[in-house]
C-alpha cells in the first residue's frame, strides 16, 4: 500500500467513526480529515458516514376502524409502530425545537395542544406545512388544561370548544375525535360531553417520558428506553428544555427498534 492510499483509508475510517452529529438547531456535523501538507497528491473531500432514514408510515391503505368504547391507551395489534404524542406547549422554544426535529429527521408526532399558549401562535409559521403534510397531527387538550373531573359540564364544553376553534382558526384541522383530558383524567360525564361535541375517543398513553416536570437528560432516556416499543402510545411534554437535548438519541432508540413513528390519524380511519 502506497502512501496516499494508506491517507486516504485513515480519512474514511476517521469519518466513519465520527459520522454525522444532529444539533438541536437542526444542521448536520461532519468530522473532517486532516489532510497531509506534504502530499502532492489529489485530497479526496471528506465524506459523512451515511445514516439510515427512519422507517416510512404504513400505507393509507393499512388504515383500521377505531376500537369502539373506552380510552384509546396503545395501538392495537401487533406490528412495529410508535406513537409519540406530546402535550401542552408551556415553552415556545420547545415547541419550536421539537418541530424542527420532526422536519429535519422525518419522525411522526401527535401534538396535544392547549391553545392558551403563546407558543401555538409563536411557532405557527414553522408547524403549519407539517401539520398541511400530515407528519404532525393536532389534538384538542383542552383550552387551559383543568382537570376535567373537577370542572362543570359547561366549563368542559368551553374548554373543548374554545380549543377546537382555536385550532381551526391557527392551523385549518379539525382535531376530533382525538381529545387528551388533562393528567389522564376523565369519567363518564366527561365522555359524554365531550363525544356529543364530536370528542369521541379520549386518547390515554401505554408509556411516559415523565418530562411533564423538570427532569435530568439521563432520565429521559431512561423512559425512552423503557416505553419507545411496538405499538405503544407514549406521552412527552412540550414544557422543558432536557428532551430537546437527546432528540438524536431519541431517534436512535427509533432507528435500533426498527420502529415506525405513527401519527394516530396514520393508524386509524377517520369515523
Given at each position: 500500500m502506497d502512501r496516499r492510499q494508506f491517507l486516504t483509508l485513515l480519512a474514511s475510517a476517521?469519518?466513519?467513526?465520527?459520522?454525522?452529529?444532529?444539533a438541536v438547531s437542526?444542521?448536520?456535523?461532519?468530522?473532517?480529515?486532516v489532510p497531509d501538507p506534504t502530499d502532492p497528491g489529489p485530497r479526496p473531500a471528506?465524506?459523512?458516514?451515511?445514516?439510515?432514514?427512519?422507517?416510512?408510515?404504513?400505507?393509507p391503505t393499512s388504515r383500521i376502524r377505531l376500537p369502539g368504547g373506552g380510552a384509546l391507551t396503545a395501538l392495537p395489534g401487533a406490528g412495529d409502530l410508535l406513537a409519540l404524542t406530546v402535550d401542552d406547549g408551556v415553552n415556545s422554544e420547545v415547541v419550536r425545537l421539537y418541530t424542527q426535529?420532526?422536519?429535519?429527521?422525518?419522525?411522526?408526532?401527535?401534538?396535544?395542544v392547549n391553545g392558551q399558549y403563546p407558543s401555538w401562535t409563536d411557532n405557527s409559521a414553522l408547524l403549519r406545512p407539517l401539520v398541511d403534510s400530515g407528519q404532525i397531527q393536532l389534538g384538542n387538550h383542552t383550552w387551559s388544561h383543568p382537570d376535567l373531573t373537577t370542572v362543570s359540564k359547561s366549563r368542559i364544553a368551553d374548554e373543548l370548544t374554545k380549543n377546537?376553534?382555536?385550532l381551526t382558526k391557527t392551523y385549518g384541522v379539525d382535531a376530533a375525535p382525538y381529545f387528551r383530558p388533562p393528567y389522564?383524567?376523565?369519567?363518564?360525564?366527561?365522555?359524554?360531553?365531550?363525544?356529543?361535541l364530536g370528542y369521541t375517543v379520549p386518547t390515554l398513553?401505554?408509556?411516559?417520558?415523565?418530562?411533564?416536570?423538570?427532569?435530568?437528560?439521563?432520565?429521559?432516556?431512561q423512559m425512552a428506553d423503557k416505553y419507545f416499543t411496538p405499538q405503544a402510545i407514549v406521552i412527552g411534554h412540550l414544557n422543558y428544555l432536557p428532551v430537546t437535548h437527546v432528540y438524536p438519541h431519541l431517534v436512535q432508540i427509533i432507528r435500533d427498534r426498527k420502529l415506525r413513528t405513527v401519527t394516530l390519524n396514520d393508524v386509524f380511519l377517520a369515523p
Open positions: 476517521t469519518l466513519a467513526t465520527t459520522g454525522v452529529g444532529y437542526g444542521r448536520a456535523t461532519a468530522g473532517e480529515a471528506p465524506v459523512a458516514a451515511a445514516s439510515p432514514s427512519l422507517l416510512p408510515p404504513p400505507p426535529f420532526a422536519k429535519d429527521t422525518g419522525v411522526r408526532l401527535t401534538y396535544f377546537d376553534k382555536f389522564g383524567n376523565h369519567n363518564s360525564t366527561v365522555d359524554a360531553v365531550a363525544a356529543s398513553w401505554y408509556g411516559s417520558l415523565s418530562d411533564s416536570q423538570l427532569i435530568t437528560e439521563d432520565y429521559l432516556m
